[in-house]
Nanobody, 123 residues
Framework: VQLQASGGGLVQPGDSLRLACAASGRTLSRYNMGWFRQAPGKEREFVAAISPSSRGRYYADSVKGRFTISRDNAKNTVSLQMNSLKPEDTAVYFC?????????????????WGQGTQVTVSS
């Protein structure tokens, strides 16, 4: 599976962005999908994840209520709607795919990773 993340940019605090992750090579319908982020000097951290059916959605406490993960299996895409952005959301955001039976919030089970898209929140 090849993953391509897009949609990052420079925004002001309180603004919104929508990240997209497009897949090629295989259908995503059997994969758990996750978004992770890595800020300069920090370890990569979990942001959100979604099960293949979309029934299970999981969020880091730091983004709960502000970010929404969704997927469109017919279009082979996963999205991350980010609202009320804060400077601490600044990071490179990565999408990832995993075929485990359960949805993971740790990054190690994820087998496929996109290249990352930069999100900068600054006034």
């Amino acid at each position: 599976v090849q993953l391509q993340a897009s949609g990052g940019g420079l925004v002001q605090p309180g603004d919104s962005l929508r990240l997209a992750c497009a897949a090629s090579g295989r259908t995503l319908s059997r994969y758990n999908m996750g978004w992770f982020r890595q800020a300069p000097g920090k370890e990569r951290e979990f942001v959100a994840a979604i099960s293949p059916s979309s029934r299970g959605r999981y969020y880091a406490d730091s983004v709960k209520g502000r970010f929404t993960i969704s997927r469109d299996n017919a279009k082979n895409t996963v999205s991350l709607q980010m609202n009320s952005l804060k400077p601490e959301d600044t990071a490179v955001y990565f999408c990832a795919a995993d075929q485990s039976a359960v949805v993971h919030t740790a990054d190690t089970p994820y087998d496929y990773w996109g290249q990352g898209t930069q999100v900068t929140v600054s006034s």
